[in-house]
Every structure is written in C-alpha cells, then in structure tokens.
C-alpha cells in the first residue's frame, strides 16, 4: 500500500467531521487537506506523523497539520482502544482565524500543525474531557465545544513539536516504496533476527540505497526503528502476567541489560517500574 490521499466527507449540517474509527488491522498511510485532532486511548501504540516515529502510552492528543502524511494511531494495537477524531478545513470559518484577534493563538496553533503537534498536562486532560462530551450534542454545542479544544490547547506550552521541518506529502509523493511493506516485514520478523538485506530485496533497492532511503524518509536507521518497535510490543506484554526477562526474549532482544538500557532511554522508565506502574491497568487485554 502506497500512500494514499483520504477523502473526507463532512457530516450533513456541520463544517467539521467527529467520529471514531476503528482501523487497527490495516496499514493506512495517508493524507489529507484538512487538520485533524486525534485522540486515542490505549495501552500503547504506535505515533507515525511525517518524518516522526516514536510510540505512545496509556492516551495521545495529536494535532496533524494539512497534508502531513501520517499512520493510523491504532495500526498493530492488540488491546482495547477508544478513538476520537477531528478533521476540519483550514477555512472552516471563514477567516475568523485570521482576522479576529480573539482567535489569534488559535491562528498560530495551527500554523505551527504542519510539523504535528502531541499535547500533555492539565490543559490536554481537560481537551479530552471536552472532547468526549461532544457525543449526542448538537452540532452548534459541538461547534462551541471545539472551539474551547482549541483555545486550551493554543494557551499551553505542554506540548511537543513532533517533527523539526514542513513534512507535507509533497517530499512523499516521488516515494515508490511502499512503507507497508517496511512495517509488515518488521512486523512479521521483529522477534527473530529481521536482516536489512531481506528488507531491501523486497522493495527492490541495493542495502545502501535501502538505508539511505529510509534514514531520510524516518530520521531513523533500520536498527533502531526495529528496536522502537520491539519496545513498543514489549510494553504491552509487561502488562499481562508475564517478567520483564521473557518480554525482553520474547521481542527478540538477547541481552537483558541492553533491554533495560534501551526501554529506559525510549521510555523514561525502566521496563520493572513500567510493569509495577501498568500492570494493573483497566484495559482488557485480548488476543488478536
């Protein structure tokens, strides 16, 4: 699957579209014209958003910006999960945004979309709640309701810029590697010794064309990409009855020390505390 342009059809009587999609056995990697505002709430998944890859726990409130090629939030989650979803036009009121002063900071919040935005603290908590309200509403309250979303989120530094350029489809659209393949072969092969040999012969690409590609497509190395990948299913693994020893093997890391080293570099927690801190969590676990 190559990239794909995703068009939007906004809900009868509104400028906007809320919904709650529910994708997580499909690799959608694609764009759109219109902003979007995603919340998710899982054990763990993956934040794929322009050059930017990294994982997510517990929830994630993220600001896309138009045309920033993105994966869906719940690709690969082998646990229950809640979606809220925002898309709108740049111009969905015109050009309020633009012209009143009052929504200045909402103006410049948006601006600044185009390198992806994820929230935290106070302000994001009380985003979501709001968020959450939105259901059953009609569409005038809906309408207000956003607008307090945005403001909260235009007046609070809690946030962290997730890309350091303009990652728009244009520097995607020359791409002829189909990332899904990337993910499945990882996917497939992340628990045993996944070899970047293998993975360059399926997309057609010499080792060195392969890594220069994706080093410039991830701002990662294959390496480390499939060492993200690994922590982010290990993290779900500490929270079934299972040690942080057989997370670490069964993800295919052979050295426990390198397991803590490298989950605590990508966590801010050692996997022992991650466990203690996650194991009773109130999402059911389930088999996919």
Not at 10 to 16: R, V
Not at 72 to 89: A, E, K, L, P
Not at 98 to 123: C, D, R, V, W
């Amino acid at each position: 699957m190559k990239i794909q342009k995703e068009i939007i059809t906004l809900n009868p009587g509104q400028s906007f579209k809320i919904f709650s999609p529910s994708l997580r056995n499909s690799f959608y990697w694609h764009y759109h014209p219109e902003i979007e505002l995603l919340y998710v709430e899982a054990i763990t998944g993956i934040r794929h958003v322009g050059q930017h890859i990294s994982s997510f726990t517990t929830d994630d409130l993220v600001l896309i910006g138009p045309d920033i090629p993105h994966l869906n939030f719940d690709y690969g989650i082998q646990t229950d999960y809640h979606q809220i979803v925002v898309q709108f036009r740049e111009n969905f009121l015109g050009d309020a945004f633009k012209t009143a002063p009052e929504f200045e900071a909402i103006e410049n919040m948006m601006k600044q979309s185009i390198y992806g935005l994820s929230f935290f603290g106070p302000a994001k908590e009380r985003a979501i709640q709001k968020l959450k309200s939105m259901n059953g509403e009609s569409a005038f309250v809906q309408m207000l309701t956003l607008l307090e979303i945005f403001q909260l989120l235009a007046s609070t530094n809690d946030y962290i810029q997730l890309n350091d350029r303009d990652t728009r489809v244009k520097i995607f659209l020359d791409d002829k590697i189909r990332m899904a393949s990337v993910y499945n072969y990882i996917h497939l092969n992340y628990d045993k010794k996944p070899d970047v040999n293998e993975i360059a012969d399926c997309v057609h690409l010499s080792t060195a064309a392969f890594c220069r590609y994706f080093k410039k497509q991830t701002k990662m190395t294959f390496t480390d990409f499939v060492n993200q990948y690994r922590i982010t299913q290990a993290k779900t693994l500490l929270m079934k009855d299972i040690t942080v020893s057989e997370a670490c093997y069964e993800v295919g890391f052979e050295s426990l020390s390198y397991f803590n080293k490298l989950f605590k570099k990508l966590t801010g927690i050692n996997p022992s505390s991650f466990r203690k801190a996650n194991h009773s969590t109130r999402f059911s676990l389930e088999n996919v």
